[in-house]
């Protein structure tokens, strides 16, 4: 399901309303005719289409981010998902305002980087990796991720948000990223090493012991890269759900 099959952005235009378009064949844009849903209505979709098809053709992720309805914002996924960025953090703790940011992992157009505390991760490798990005994709990130960085470096990030957690969570999935990753059978070359164990590999590290920043990078890149393929399973689940058995 792509944008473009969306009519619930639009006021008087539920998920009952939809749904009917669609089983009246009224699946994308281009079929809509504003009898099918009255005459005030209609012309409340037709003007959405007519701001949304340029938007959509900017690529203007914010615009849709505002115009959908919280629990519909990861259709946005299927148009933005080449241009998202998907990133976890790493830190010394839970608190923002207390702990420190270690590692930083983004997966961006097939390409991994991780930026490490005390060499290249700076406020401004940060506002770079996200510089070209549509969508940020994250697991808890809005409540954790993102404060994180905003406290840390001063940043402002408002780029769209896709947060997994709560995408899972309208599939019934629900705990951390790792129990629901092995749920839907998402592999881990080390599935033994979990927050806890970060937080003690950045502490090896500081303390000079080989291979620990190695380890804790890997894990972290390992998050980041998963995100694409949890994302990819969660808005097929939800699309199959909400518009293939509409």
Known sequence: MGIENSFIPVRGVGETTERRLWEDDITHWDDFHPSAVGVKTGERVESFIDEARPRLDAGDAAFFDQAFPSGERWRLYENFRESACFFDIETTGLDHDRNEVTTVSFHCDGETTTLV???????????????????????????????????SFGLD????????????????????????????????????????????????????????????ISYNREDAVNLRTLADEATERLDRRTFVDS
């Open 157 to 216: 990030v408002d780029t769209p948000h896709l947060d997994l957690m709560y995408t899972c969570k309208q599939l019934g999935l629900s705990g951390g990223l790792k129990p629901i990753e092995q749920e839907i059978g998402i592999e881990r070359d080390r599935p033994d090493i979990s927050g806890r164990d970060a937080v003690r590999l950045w502490k090896e590290y500081e303390r000079g012991e080989d291979g620990s920043l190695e380890t804790l």
């Open 117 to 151: 505390n005390g060499d290249d991760l700076t406020a401004e490798n940060v506002r770079g990796q996200f510089a070209d990005a549509d969508l940020l994709v994250t697991f808890n990130g809005k409540r954790f991720d993102v404060p994180f960085l905003e406290t």
